[in-house]
């Protein structure tokens, strides 16, 4: 294969066609970037209900409120969506990870020696593919996580349908705050990310 001729310079001669493919494919992202971009979406709807207290007083009502049974309903409903943000993304994560290659091996223990004097540590898990099983972590997280941080925007946001009907503005708050502290207590963290897998599997991945 002849010499490759740039700006007057002959270069070396080699597999350019491959070379320069190579270089224009895109990298994916690393992890530290995946779980970045979580934290950027849980600061984003975070922040978001931090708005919705003010929402409820700047609706002007006109016809008074329903009568209480009404509310009651409402306040129902947004229990339960609190609820459900605590056990769906749970059994969405359980489901996504039923369907990953997580598979494991047995990886043999320290073996005692000069260096450590104590007995050899016993055979722990391992698994066979670390990079798939990380990745399946990830992506069964972002999908539970997101899915979690909407239902727990729902009591907030029934919140201002409660104003909205002409009930008190004072009464929305509540829901607003609880939406806050579900959110706020999903704030991503590497641990979170890979605990529901290595529980599931009992083997560790790197970190």
Same mark, same amino acid.
């Given at each position: 294969?002849?010499?490759?001729?740039?700006?007057?310079?002959?270069?070396?001669?080699?597999?350019?066609?491959?070379?320069?493919?190579?270089?224009?494919?895109?990298?994916?992202?690393?992890?530290?970037?995946?779980?970045?971009?979580?934290? &950027?979406?849980?600061?984003?709807?975070?922040?978001?209900?931090?708005?919705?207290?003010?929402?409820?007083?700047?609706?002007?009502?006109?016809?008074?409120?329903?009568?209480?049974?009404?509310? &009651?309903?409402?306040?129902?409903?947004?229990?339960?969506?609190?609820?459900?943000?605590?056990?769906?993304?749970? &059994?969405?994560?359980?489901?996504?990870? #039923?369907?990953?290659? /997580? #598979?494991?091996?047995?990886?043999?223990?320290?073996?005692?020696?000069?260096?450590?004097?104590?007995?050899?540590?016993?055979?722990?898990?391992?698994?066979?593919?670390?990079?798939?099983?990380?990745?399946?972590?990830?992506?069964?997280?972002?999908?539970?996580?997101?899915?979690?941080?909407?239902?727990?925007?729902?009591?907030?946001?029934?919140?201002?349908?409660?104003?909205? /009907?002409?009930?008190?503005?004072?009464?929305?708050?509540?829901?607003?705050?609880?939406?806050?502290?579900?959110?706020?207590?999903?704030?991503?963290?590497?641990?979170?990310?890979?605990?529901?897998?290595?529980?599931?599997?009992?083997?560790?991945?790197?970190?």
């Amino acid at each position: 294969m002849g010499a490759l001729v740039v700006g007057g310079y002959a270069a070396a001669p080699g597999p350019w066609p491959r070379a320069c493919k190579l270089s224009s494919m895109a990298t994916p992202p690393s992890y530290e970037q995946r779980l970045q971009s979580l934290r &950027i979406l849980w600061a984003a709807m975070f922040a978001s209900t931090l708005f919705y207290p003010a929402v409820p007083f700047l609706i002007e009502r006109g016809e008074p409120p329903p009568d209480a049974v009404l509310l &009651i309903g409402l306040a129902g409903a947004a229990v339960a969506s609190a609820m459900a943000s605590v056990v769906v993304p749970g &059994i969405l994560r359980a489901s996504a990870l #039923a369907r990953a290659d /997580l #598979a494991t091996r047995e990886a043999p223990g320290q073996v005692a020696g000069a260096g450590n004097p104590f007995l050899g540590e016993a055979p722990r898990r391992a698994f066979v593919d670390p990079r798939a099983a990380m990745t399946a972590a990830f992506t069964s997280y972002q999908v539970a996580f997101l899915v979690g941080c909407a239902l727990s925007e729902t009591p907030a946001l029934i919140g201002i349908v409660v104003a909205s /009907l002409g009930y008190s503005p004072l009464l929305a708050i509540p829901f607003c705050v609880a939406s806050a502290a579900l959110i706020a207590v999903r704030f991503p963290t590497l641990e979170r990310v890979l605990a529901h897998v290595e529980r599931r599997t009992g083997a560790k991945l790197p970190r």
